[in-house]
């Protein structure tokens, strides 16, 4: 177990460095000057030479890519995520409070996708190949080709403008978040139904069941402690992916239903070529993406102890 | 002439081969016997060359063994062939692997010595039965007239009946191409009708080497008794009173 | 109580499989059942377990190997639970005592999952949860293919004294008419899903009647083959 845990340790170190690097890299390089394009946020147009100098300075952009690289790291590893350079203010506080309507939605989004993907694919799979398997495979893999963006805004014109049921924009309310909890939940229910569908049928098919019938356990125990166990290990597996997919999804939804959060937080940084926020987000990003993957991998390896190879 | 010189073979901690030696002439077999994990399949890579031997060394007439393009047969006959290949294009790979003139009169020859009929040839490997596949395996070993065939428990994917046949067919073909045939097997009675010499491996040593009659007759080792009475209890072999 | 089973038969996508069928077990009889592979051994083996049970005989089924009778994910004590309740049996630490020593598996871990133990120690727990309910027909299907032979003779012999004086059948289902031979008292023949021969080994193998039960006679032994 110990050894397993500095194995994570040792790779989340690399990918929350790689994560750093690759961000801070690619705003370095991005077209365009970013002094000017800070000096313009603060100051408006028509900036003078000696304020771009000394945001240059003040950034650390005159000394090349390392130092300025490591100037934001080293504050970054004991917890700064350092002020903005548009307005000066701590990032982090910000960061806090675009995560307090950021979460909520996710973790809503995520229970409506499983509260949705379960039961449809428990139905589905009663009768494989039926027309109502068909219909839940057909509908998954529409929802999985639809965009969020492009959902989103169908929701928006037929719920907030035809029928003028729920609000569109904002998040004053809980009913403010029904509309994009529906765009997120959508995609997630969408790839779920496929996966727990596959991993039911895949579960059913294996090799020491007939068995277990020939020895005459009922059919319900068959189900609960044959197929079950076996077909939530591949789900869980993909559940760390879903995740990329649902902070990709957070990202559209935010900005479509101007909604504040990490996403339109993310947005606005960009354009504003706010460096410490971009790279605060990222990196947030990269955080959580790890946690959550040690968390799966744990309880995958307490699902199937094949996978360590030890047991009891 | 193959030489097996002393070799051992280590993976990670454990020793998998602990200095095994004999050596194998063309025209004779030799069967290696033992149980799952004795080494077996690790002294068939040893001797291709595809696991390196920490000590010792492996040769075919004083040059490395590769240089003689030995042959494989496999267990499992179909799993040997490229699913999605004709048959007759996985069994001419040897002569297009070593670039050889391909003659249409070995090929109709091995078809008839092995009971393949050639029309089978057009077929992917899921179209024949386990027992044709096999014989295919055995052309495809054949095809290039290798002088040292390898058999990787050769028989015991195939009924009890197809099994003596096939050997028959195996023995029938090396009597007429002379070839060294080295079979690893968990079969005693296969051993004991069809090699020369029957050699037991336990736990990556030779723990008894001799000829087949007196390796049955009467084994020199409590391990080789072992195997010999495992034969008896399940009918392989028949005691003589 | 003889055990009497009529019209088993089976299809599979159109093609009959197994042709209409009797058979009978007296208690404590050995049987084999041979043929060559495709032949329908298994299914007979498995038709009959069914039909039995609907009969309310009891009978257990022994997979040719562990993978296709054990769940890698549960314990064995699990399995053994598991096994205990469907036959409606309450836990009893005596009989598995009596069974564990009877294959030599009371050394096994219970709280391991199946591929914690040795192939040839799972083979021998699934035989002794088969053994449970004291069924009045063991099936096993190729019990020694999967296993080294060493072990599957060890497992047999076991098996042999265990059931020497119970009233237990054993149908024994090979491909392998030597390893029949060898230990049983009755033998069945089958060819394309029909029983062609059922008669005692002795008279069987001293005069084989149709043309696959010559055959099989005939490569019977690896040291007197034919030609």
Not at chain 2, 166 to 172: C, Y
């Amino acid at each position: 177990m110990i050894g397993v845990f500095t194995g994570f340790l040792l790779r989340a170190i690399v990918v929350l460095i790689g994560a750093a690097l690759a961000t801070f890299a690619l705003l370095w390089h991005a077209p365009g000057d970013p002094a000017l394009a800070i000096a313009e946020a603060r100051y408006g147009q028509n900036v003078s030479k000696e304020v771009l100098d000394f945001i240059r300075s003040e950034a650390g952009f005159d000394d090349g890519f390392w130092t300025a690289f490591w100037a934001w790291l080293s504050p970054l590893m004991l917890g700064d995520f350092g002020q903005s350079s548009v307005n000066g203010r701590e990032v982090w506080p910000d960061v806090v409070t675009a995560m307090s309507y950021t979460f909520p939605l996710a973790l809503v989004s995520l229970a409506l996708g499983l509260a949705v993907s379960v039961p449809l694919a428990l139905i589905a799979t009663r009768k494989p190949g039926s027309w109502l398997d068909r219909g839940a495979v057909a509908l998954a893999s529409v929802g999985v080709a639809i965009p969020a963006f492009w959902l989103g805004l169908l929701l928006i014109l037929l719920f907030a403008v035809q029928l003028g049921w729920l609000p569109a924009m904002g998040a004053e309310t809980s009913a403010h978040s029904i509309l994009p909890a529906m765009t997120l939940g959508f995609g997630v229910a969408a790839s779920l139904t496929r996966i727990i569908r596959s991993g039911i049928l895949e579960a059913r098919g294996q090799p020491f069941l007939p068995a277990f019938t020939r020895r005459g356990v009922a059919r319900r125990d068959i189900a609960r402690d044959h197929v079950a166990p076996h077909a939530v290990v591949p789900v869980v597996t993909v559940l760390g992916l879903e995740l990329a997919f649902l902070l990709e999804g957070l990202v559209v939804v935010e900005v479509i239903f101007a909604r504040p959060g990490l996403g339109s937080f993310l947005v606005n940084a960009i354009f504003a070529r706010d460096f410490p926020k971009v790279q605060a987000v990222v990196i947030l990003a990269a955080v959580i993406f790890v946690v959550v993957n040690l968390a799966i991998d744990l309880i995958y390896r307490s699902l199937d102890p094949r996978v360590s190879g030890r047991d009891a | 002439m193959l030489t097996v010189d002393n070799i051992s073979v280590r993976r990670g901690v454990s020793t998998t081969l602990e200095e095994v030696s004999f050596s194998l002439e063309p025209g004779r077999t030799l069967a290696v016997v033992g149980e799952s994990g004795a080494g077996k399949s690790t002294l068939i890579s040893a001797i291709l060359g595809l696991v390196r031997c920490s000590a010792g060394g492996v040769s075919w007439n004083g040059a490395p063994v590769s240089r003689c393009r030995p042959a494989l047969v496999m267990q499992e006959p179909r799993a040997a062939f490229n699913p999605r290949l004709s048959l007759r294009r996985s069994v001419m790979e040897p002569v297009v692997a070593q670039n050889l003139v391909f003659e249409p009169e070995r090929l109709a020859m091995l078809c008839r010595a092995l009971e393949v009929q050639p029309d089978l040839l057009e077929r992917r490997p899921d179209q024949v039965s386990i027992g044709q596949a096999q014989r295919m395996g055995i052309l495809r070993a054949l095809i290039a007239a290798p002088p040292l065939v390898l058999f990787d428990e050769p028989l015991s994917a195939l009924d009890a009946v197809t099994q003596k046949h096939t050997a028959r067919l195996i023995a029938d073909m090396q009597a007429q191409e002379g070839f060294a045939a080295l079979i690893v097997t968990h079969d005693l009675g296969y051993a004991a009708a069809f090699a020369d010499d029957i050699a037991a491996l336990r736990e990556g040593r030779i723990e008894e080497m001799g000829t087949a009659q007196a390796f049955i007759a009467a084994p020199q080792t409590d391990y080789g008794r072992t195997l010999r009475d495992a034969a008896f209890a399940l009918g392989a072999l028949e005691r003589v009173a | 109580m003889t055990l009497h089973v009529h019209g088993l038969s089976a299809e599979r996508s159109g093609q009959i499989i197994l042709h209409p069928t009797n058979v009978d077990f007296k208690p404590g009889e050995r049987v084999g059942l041979v043929g060559a592979s495709g032949s329908g051994k298994s299914t007979l083996g498995h038709e009959l377990v069914d039909a039995l049970r609907a009969q309310g005989a009891s009978v257990a089924h022994v997979p040719q190997s562990p993978d296709e009778a054990l769940d890698p994910l549960r314990s064995m004590a699990f399995h053994w639970r598991e096994a205990e309740r469907a036959l409606g049996l309450a836990p009893d630490d005596a009989r598995r005592t009596l069974l564990f020593k009877a294959l030599q598996i009371e050394r096994g871990d219970l709280r391991r999952r199946p591929w914690g133990w040795s192939r040839g120690m799972q083979q021998r727990f699934v035989i002794a949860m088969a053994l449970i309910g004291t069924p009045d027909l063991l099936v096993m299907d190729e019990p020694t293919s999967a296993l080294d032979p060493v072990v599957a003779a060890g497992t047999m012999d076991l098996l042999d004294d265990y059931l020497k004086d119970r009233q237990t059948a054993l149908l024994l289902i090979t491909h392998d008419l030597g390893l029949a031979a060898r230990r049983v008292a009755r033998l069945i023949v089958m060819d394309a899903g029909r029983i062609v021969e059922d008669a005692p080994t002795e008279a069987f193998l001293a005069s084989p009647k149709t043309r696959v039960a010559k055959s099989l006679c005939a490569h019977r032994n690896w040291l007197e083959l034919p030609c």
